[in-house]
């Protein structure tokens, strides 16, 4: 069975920075396309980052230069590295994982930006 784990959501000063983690289980040792969403109140979900398989990634134009997806495949785990924060990027943010037969969620971990 394939869970999510997300941590490190906070509140933080617009500039600051925030580090999230997504650590995957009930994998084994593959390597799937994982990523992040968002979801702001009363807004849609948005896609904020995707890596690959082979660690090809792309961003939302919101995000580019700013944050910055990777991954530890030892540990089975991705990243989100959130810098230069907005009080536009206040949401909850969602991590998935996508297999061949279905796409996995991780429960969302709050991130509010505001002085």
């Known amino acids: 069975q394939v869970q999510l784990v997300e941590s490190g959501g906070g509140l933080v000063q617009p500039g600051g920075s925030l580090r999230l983690s997504c650590a995957a289980s009930?994998?084994?040792?593959?390597?799937?396309?994982m990523g992040w969403y968002r979801q702001a109140p009363g807004k849609l979900r948005e896609l904020v980052a995707h890596?690959?398989?082979?660690?090809?990634?792309n961003y939302a134009d919101s995000v580019k230069g700013r944050f910055t997806i990777s991954r530890d495949n030892a540990k089975n785990t991705v990243y989100l590295q959130m810098n230069s924060l907005k009080p536009e990027d206040t949401a909850v943010y969602y991590c998935?994982?996508?297999?061949?037969?279905?796409?996995?969620w991780g429960q969302g971990t709050q991130v509010t930006v505001s002085s």
């Open positions: 009930g994998i084994g040792f593959n390597i799937y396309p």
């Open positions: 890596m690959t398989q082979s660690g090809y990634t």
């Open positions: 998935y994982l996508v297999k061949p037969d279905a796409v996995y």
